[in-house]
């Protein structure tokens, strides 16, 4: 069955049960994705993404010597954590500014988080994933005759309709699409990657893409960092010359101190 068409059925199936029943979960097999960034051109598009807002990355990377080179794409973004430390030091200046869904996603108040500096700063810098940006207010049309409507348009965040006058001074990121997701949808990074890389679906549907990919791969969720992530990635396993597990090949992105 095709890969979309095997998604979607299961996005039908999870939609008919309760939000507290869903657990949404994506799998990124990197054996699959060819770095071509649509994903990342999706998400900007589908959130109204600022210039140096982005909710998603793919880093490209060589790793080893001539004639055993491995060269792979990384695409990341928010992992959802079912422990975040964002939530965590944002609760220390301004309670509710981040707050975990029943299905799992964390959802941004980007109007509170703007008003608290303290909190948007602190739960930024503790992301280990580098997966928080702000929004500091600029447009791609800036120094131009005018600003284009698709960069001042009303967007859906977690089914709010806002404005980027809304999110300026905020912290921004990954959504899941929730408001795709509440409305039938499977997240716009999925249903553009060309090379079917991303998997998206309920992890509690035993009859789901992703409970079976769960069940039948390694995966790699960052256990370490006790964060509990959401976003699993498959596949490092059969690369005979990157060592995807060890911190040297980890620092290769995110850099000694273990951020972006």
Avoid at 28 to 55: F, L, Q, W
Avoid at 92 to 119: E, Q, S
Avoid at 223 to 237: D, F, H, N, Q
């Amino acid at each position: 069955m095709n890969q979309r068409k095997r998604l979607m059925m299961d996005l039908e199936r999870a939609m008919k049960k309760p939000l507290s029943q869903r657990s949404w979960v994506m799998i990124i097999d990197i054996r699959k994705c060819v770095g071509c960034t649509s994903c990342v051109v999706a998400c900007a598009a589908e959130n109204v993404c600022s210039p140096g807002t982005s909710y998603r990355w793919v880093f490209d990377q060589e790793f080893g010597d001539y004639p055993n080179v491995d060269r792979f794409f990384m695409p990341t973004n928010c992992q959802q954590c079912d422990n975040p430390p964002c939530k965590r030091a944002a609760d220390k200046y301004a309670k509710g500014g981040i707050t975990k869904r029943p299905d799992g996603i964390v959802r941004f108040d980007y109007i509170k988080l703007a008003n608290h500096k303290m909190a948007a700063k602190t739960a930024k810098e503790a992301c280990p994933y580098g997966a928080i940006s702000y929004d500091y207010g600029q447009y791609y049309t800036d120094g131009t005759p005018r600003r284009e409507p698709y960069e001042t348009r009303t967007f859906l965040a977690y089914n709010d309709s806002l404005s980027r006058k809304e999110t300026t001074g905020s912290i921004r990121k990954c959504t899941f699409c929730a408001h795709r997701l509440d409305n039938g949808m499977l997240p716009a990074c999925v249903t553009t990657c060309i090379g079917d890389a991303m998997y998206f679906g309920d992890a509690n549907d035993p009859k789901s893409k992703v409970h079976e990919l769960m069940r039948k791969n390694r995966w790699n969720p960052h256990a370490s960092l006790g964060t509990k992530p959401r976003v699993y990635y498959i596949g490092y396993e059969k690369r005979a010359n990157i060592a995807f597990a060890t911190n040297k090949t980890c620092e290769m992105c995110h850099g000694e101190g273990g951020k972006l």
